[in-house]
Each structure stands twice: as structure tokens, then as C-alpha cells.
């Protein structure tokens, strides 16, 4: 069974950074894509960034240059790297992965950007 736990989210003023985790357990984040998607109250859910198993990324055109996504595969976690945070970032932050034809997500983390 796949388990995902993210971490990390917090309040914090525009312009500062956050990193947040995402611990997972069932599968190697090396081994399948993950993701990194965000969800604001009476928003759809949207992809941020991804990282494949050959290390390839994708990130939104609303993070590029700005957000980076990373994995440590003795940890099985993967990271995302938030500088330059705006206010328009501040949303529920979710882990992702599709194992076995199954999405699997995290509880969410929040992350607040506010002066």
C-alpha cells in the first residue's frame, strides 16, 4: 500500500521560500513519476511540478524559475523548493503519485503567503 505524508507549509511574507517534503512508503519515488499539485478553496486542483524516474521536470508556467522539484532517493522523499513565493501561491499543497492505476495523495500541506 502506498502511503504519502507531506510536511513543510507554513505562513510566510512574499518573497520568502519554503521547502516542503513528501515522504512516501509503498513505492520508490525513483521508480514512478510524482507530483507536486496545489488546490485553493473553489479551485480545481493543478499540477505544479513533476519529476519523472529519469530525473526529467515539469513545472507550471506560474513556477518556472521559481519552484524547484527534487527527490533523495535514501529518503524516498521528495522535495519542493518554493523562493520567491507570491501571495497567488498560497494554496493546500499535495503530493501525488499513479501506482498500479491508482492516484495516491498526501493528507496536503498549507502554505500561506501573506504580508
Known amino acids: 500500500q502506498v502511503q504519502i505524508v507531506e510536511s513543510g507549509g507554513g505562513l510566510v511574507q512574499p518573497g520568502e521560500s519554503l521547502r516542503l517534503s513528501c515522504e512516501v512508503r509503498g513505492v520508490y519515488v525513483t521508480a514512478y513519476a510524482m507530483g507536486w499539485f496545489r488546490q485553493s478553496r473553489g479551485q480545481e486542483r493543478e499540477l505544479v511540478a513533476r519529476?519523472?524516474?529519469?530525473?526529467?521536470?515539469f513545472y507550471a508556467d506560474s513556477v518556472e524559475g521559481r519552484f524547484t522539484i527534487s527527490r533523495d532517493r535514501s529518503k524516498n522523499t521528495v522535495y519542493l523548493q518554493m523562493n520567491s513565493l507570491t501571495v497567488p501561491d498560497s494554496s493546500v499543497y499535495y503530493c501525488n503519485t499513479f501506482y498500479s492505476g491508482i492516484n495516491y495523495w498526501g493528507q496536503g500541506t498549507q502554505v500561506a503567503v501573506s504580508s
Open positions: 519529476i519523472m524516474p529519469d530525473g526529467g521536470t
